[in-house]
């Protein structure tokens, strides 16, 4: 995919760059079955560097399990999973797992550790897969909260926080690492109005600072229009658009537009 | 007849492909047990976890079942007027077969389950999936310690059973009925050899190993949210139970 250069309106900050170079991420023929069933189709799909991709569809679409697929959570039955040119599907679960230092990944439930503090939780990467000292972590780790407005909620346990506060933890534990790729599967599904723009000004406000590439599964259709430089659209595990905001926006897709203005009446019938 | 073989083979083949599975994650796991790093405070978590924390229902259990044995040991040997051989009764039961195998259970239904209902939650809440994306493989980082903890846990806890039992068969058989001490104790040494104790050993170590491996890979491929839990604890509970029952008697005819 390639696009126009793009100015963050929400945020108000400086036009970025156009992209450079190869997709990050390129997903080749990727197919997939869980249980019999055929969940991704022959995906192929280019996610650019340094941008913000949305991946939009009806759920159970497979849009998560394409993007477990691009961390190696989940191998490919055929196809390609290529980061940077280097298939991850082929790789040794050793080499996988250096492989995703580059990568940070928020779930859609925050998948935070019960047992550990919010401080915890987000020093839990550092701490485990740097040789950092503790006054270094903990100077991050204060930082990342700070940044998410979470600098008083370090002593906390998961369960003492609200759905938007968890996101937002996950958040900064999912950017400590300083990681230049970040996978958020569904950051805002579930929360009010308010918070889920908060999280979503939040993810572009880093997204500058750190200028990382960001992959983002969303149902706010047609909100998260606003927030991404591309996007594509997943049907019955295969891409049937994809490319910048403003041209997948005007597609004459039937499906698409469709999902865009969430009309009962389609080519979709879900009755 | 064609349905019927069709459906034999299917579950066979089921059978082979979760033994298979099992014996994989078990080889992932020993072998991350011993391979640096190691996480020596993970490890102490585990062994407080399973081991301190059972020492409450352990030495509760020993002292009934030294008790029991005690009390049926001294009415059934009286028919024989063999009162005099209640200790080595109740030592070499409890050393030799019941001190492991009801350890084991009680570590299965107090520790075991707790594994799995662990795992298993951090399973569905995508935790598991979540330390594989920030690369630490799950099996070293969640599994291994708890197989360590059991294997350091289980062998001193059957070790504690042995003697609060016999405590409690000396409770019974000596200050309830009559028993001279120094008979109970005296025929209890000449009956009780060193191997008894090693065999007994062996069989603690091996029911520890049973419990944590099948607690943690139930607990691990746990799928289906809450009622997946519920459904992978309790698999684990009586897996873990009927595996301690067999092993017990294959380990027997082994080692007598």
């Known amino acids: 995919?390639?696009?126009?250069?793009?100015?963050?309106?929400?945020?108000?900050?400086?036009k970025l760059p156009d992209p450079v170079g190869?997709?990050?991420?390129?997903?080749?023929?990727?197919?997939?079955?869980?249980?019999g069933k055929r969940v991704l189709d022959g995906i192929d799909l280019d996610i650019p560097r340094q941008r913000i991709t949305a991946i939009i569809g009806l759920s159970g679409a497979g849009k998560s399990v394409m993007l477990k697929h691009m961390i190696g959570l989940v191998r490919p039955d055929r196809g390609r999973v290529l980061i940077d040119g280097v298939d991850i599907a082929r790789l040794s679960r050793s080499a996988l797992n250096k492989f995703r230092s580059r990568f940070g990944?928020?779930?859609?439930?925050?998948?935070?550790?019960?047992?550990?503090?919010?401080?915890?939780?987000?020093?839990?990467?550092?701490r485990e897969k740097t040789s950092l000292g503790e006054g270094e972590i903990r100077e991050r780790v204060r930082e990342r909260l700070a940044q998410v407005g979470l600098q008083d909620a370090g002593g906390k346990y998961p369960d003492e926080l609200s759905g938007g506060m968890v996101r937002r933890v996950a958040l900064a534990r999912a950017m400590v690492t300083d990681p230049e790729i970040i996978l958020f599967d569904e950051p805002t599904t579930g929360l009010d109005p308010i918070i889920r723009n908060s999280i979503l000004n939040l993810i572009c406000h880093t997204y500058h600072q750190h200028c990382f590439t960001v992959v983002m599964i969303s149902h706010d259709i047609p909100d998260i229009f606003q927030w991404c430089h591309?996007?594509?659209?997943?049907?019955?595990?295969?891409?049937?658009?994809?490319?910048?905001?403003?041209?997948?926006?005007?597609?004459?897709?039937?499906?698409?537009?469709q999902l865009i203005r969430g009309d009962i009446a389609g080519p979709v019938h879900l009755m | 007849m064609l349905s019927l073989a069709e459906s034999l083979g299917i579950r066979t083949l089921r059978a082979v492909n979760g033994l298979g599975r099992m014996m994989i994650f078990l080889g992932a796991a020993m072998t991350s047990a011993v391979v640096p790093p190691f996480r020596a405070r993970r490890i102490l978590r585990q062994i407080h976890f399973i081991g301190v924390k059972s020492l409450f229902v352990i030495v509760l259990t020993a002292a009934f079942t030294g008790m029991v044995l005690g009390l049926q040991g001294y009415?059934?040997?009286?028919?024989?007027?063999?009162?005099?051989?209640?200790?080595?009764?109740?030592?070499?039961?409890?050393?030799?077969?019941?001190?492991?195998?009801?350890?084991?259970?009680?570590?299965?239904?107090?520790?075991?389950?707790?594994?799995?209902a662990e795992i298993g939650i951090m399973r569905i809440g995508e935790q598991i999936d979540s330390l594989e994306t920030m690369g630490i493989d799950p099996v070293k980082f969640l599994v291994s310690p708890r197989i360590v903890g059991a294997l350091v846990s289980v062998p001193l806890l059957t070790a504690l059973f042995d003697v609060i039992g016999i405590l409690g068969g000396y409770l019974v058989g000596v200050k309830l009925l009559g028993v001279?001490?120094?008979v109970f104790f005296g025929r209890m040494e000449s009956s009780v050899e060193l191997t008894d104790i090693v065999n007994g050993f062996w069989k603690s170590l091996a029911f520890g190993l049973i419990v944590s491996w099948v607690c943690t890979f139930k607990g691990f491929f746990t799928e289906r949210g809450a009622e997946g839990v519920s459904r992978s604890t309790t698999s684990a509970v009586v897996l873990s139970s009927v595996l301690i029952l067999v092993g017990d008697y294959v380990l027997t005819s082994v080692l007598l």
Not at chain 2, 76 to 82: A, D, E, I, P
Request: charged share 15%; aromatic share 8%.
């Open chain 1, 230 to 257: 591309y996007v594509a659209v997943i049907h019955d595990g295969r891409v049937i658009e994809a490319g910048p905001t403003d041209s997948v926006v005007k597609s004459v897709s039937p499906f698409v537009q």
């Open chain 1, 22 to 35: 190869e997709p990050v991420i390129r997903l080749i023929g990727v197919e997939k079955s869980l249980e």
């Open chain 1, 105 to 126: 990944m928020l779930f859609q439930g925050g998948a935070l550790f019960d047992s550990l503090t919010v401080f915890e939780n987000v020093a839990f990467p550092l």
């Open chain 1, 1 to 14: 995919m390639t696009g126009t250069p793009w100015i963050c309106e929400p945020c108000g900050l400086e």
């Open chain 2, 75 to 116: 009415y059934t040997l009286r028919k024989f007027g063999s009162e005099g051989l209640l200790g080595s009764a109740v030592a070499l039961s409890l050393i030799r077969e019941l001190g492991p195998v009801l350890s084991a259970l009680m570590v299965t239904g107090r520790a075991g389950s707790a594994l799995t």
């Open chain 2, 180 to 182: 001279n001490a120094g």
